[in-house]
């Protein structure tokens, strides 16, 4: 049995883009595992201290931090169903992972920090405001300053490259990964989960190719994704 030590908000909301993608690496291993509820401020004390962020696993005596890092354990120690089946889906989602954490969480963050704020343990609401002010060097309202509209065109455009690469994507080859699913499909469905989670605001439109593959993700594995707590208006 697998620990995962998974980010959540108020009402045990699973919010977290980058605990998502594990979620999804150990659901497409297919390992038993066992989730625990964590605060933003329950993180230093984690595994006897030492652990910056969450996603954690321990599994036995191991102990990995790091999405990326757990990928690449996971892949070692449970080789079959690889997340990456060649060294260039490794490779390319290393890119994808960069390109979202550069160009897709800002974005996103300018929309839905403050519905992010709202739905955080309210222990966890203190916190998360001095950190995130001091990082960016601005209050949380100025971060999310402007029309709402103008926020979501610039996330939906920032997804640009997303959707590109999805629009080849048809019955016989559903998802980035080909026939089926893989590491860059988890990649991409989580960076969606916490918008999904945090927030009724639409971010796709209802033609959006995003949203046709991203609900075949939420269908995966019975429906784990799709089970978890939803806040925004759609699928
Ligand atoms: N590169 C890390 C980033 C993890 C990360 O930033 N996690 C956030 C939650 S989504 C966190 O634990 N932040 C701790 C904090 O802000 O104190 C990974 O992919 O695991």
Same mark, same amino acid.
Not at 74 to 96: K, N
Not at 101 to 130: C, E, G, I, N
């Given at each position: 049995?697998?620990? $995962?030590? %998974?980010?959540?908000?108020?009402? %045990?909301?699973?919010?977290? #883009? ?7 690496? $150990? /659901?497409?291993? =297919?390992?038993? *595992? &066992? ?23 321990? @599994?036995? @005596? %191991?102990?990995?931090? @790091?999405?990326?890092? *757990? /990928?690449?354990? $996971? ?29 897709? #969480? ?24 001095? #950190? ?12 999310? %300053? =402007?029309?709402?509209?103008?926020? *979501? ?6 997804? =640009? !490259?997303?959707?590109?690469?999805? /629009? @080849? ?7 980035? =990964? ?11 469905? /989580? ?13 796709? #439109?209802?033609?959006?190719? *995003?949203?046709?593959?991203? &609900? ?14 939803? &806040?925004?208006?759609? !699928?």
């Amino acid at each position: 049995m697998i620990l $995962l030590y %998974d980010l959540a908000g108020a009402g %045990d909301r699973r919010f977290s #883009s980058n605990c998502w993608r594990t979620r999804f690496a $150990l /659901a497409h291993k =297919g390992l038993a *595992i &066992e989730t625990r509820a964590t605060r933003f401020i329950d993180i230093p004390a984690l595994e006897g201290g030492g652990y910056p962020t969450v996603p954690i696993i321990r @599994d036995g @005596d %191991d102990v990995i931090v @790091d999405s990326w890092r *757990i /990928a690449t354990f $996971l892949e070692a120690r449970y080789p079959a169903p690889s997340l990456f089946d060649h060294p260039g889906v490794e490779a390319f989602a290393r890119q994808l992972q960069s390109w979202l954490v550069t160009a897709v #969480s800002p974005a996103l963050l300018k929309v839905f920090v403050l519905d992010l704020h709202a739905r955080l343990d309210p222990a966890d609401q203190t916190y998360f405001r001095q #950190s995130r002010e001091r990082r960016f060097e601005m209050t949380l309202e100025q971060l999310a %300053d =402007g029309p709402r509209e103008t926020r *979501i065109a610039a996330a939906r455009t920032a997804l =640009g !490259p997303l959707r590109e690469a999805l /629009a @080849d994507t048809s019955a016989q080859r559903p998802f980035l =990964g080909g026939v089926r699913p893989l590491y860059p499909d988890y990649l991409a469905a /989580a960076a969606l989960m916490w918008p999904r989670a945090v927030s009724p605001g639409p971010l796709l #439109s209802v033609d959006d190719p *995003i949203l046709r593959w991203f &609900e075949r993700m939420l269908d995966l594995f019975d429906g784990l994704a799709r089970r978890a707590h939803k &806040e925004w208006d759609g !699928p």
